[in-house]
């Protein structure tokens, strides 16, 4: 084998290596941007359902003083019927 056939092998050797280096990286690089994408959606959901459960907990307390308040109206009621 001649030197200009061993320097033609070593090139096309290190390119190929490259495409392969290259490829990996790609992958990598897809993996992370589908990964960074998915906890940005995520993080989505999450912030929306704290938004839910506070307004739920909002109503639920709203809800709650309502019941205390129609409780009273009917022990007053119960007192006047008793009379």
Same mark, same amino acid.
Request: aromatic share 4%.
């Given at each position: #084998?001649?030197?200009?056939?061993?320097? +033609?092998?070593?090139? +096309?050797?290190?390119?190929?290596?490259?495409?392969?280096?290259?490829?990996?990286? /790609?992958?990598? %690089?897809?993996?992370?941007?589908?990964?960074?994408?998915?906890?940005?959606? $995520? /993080? /989505?959901? $999450?912030?929306? #359902? $704290?938004?839910?459960?506070?307004?739920?907990?909002?109503?639920?307390?709203?809800? #709650?003083?309502?019941?205390?308040?129609?409780?009273?109206?009917?022990?007053?009621? %119960?007192?006047?019927?008793?009379?």
């Amino acid at each position: #084998m001649t030197h200009e056939n061993e320097v +033609s092998f070593d090139v +096309s050797a290190i390119t190929d290596q490259y495409r392969a280096d290259l490829k990996k990286y /790609q992958d990598r %690089e897809a993996l992370y941007i589908q990964t960074a994408n998915k906890l940005k959606g $995520a /993080q /989505q959901i $999450a912030v929306e #359902m $704290a938004t839910t459960v506070a307004k739920l907990d909002r109503k639920n307390q709203e809800l #709650m003083k309502e019941i205390d308040r129609l409780n009273e109206e009917i022990q007053l009621l %119960e007192l006047k019927i008793k009379k």
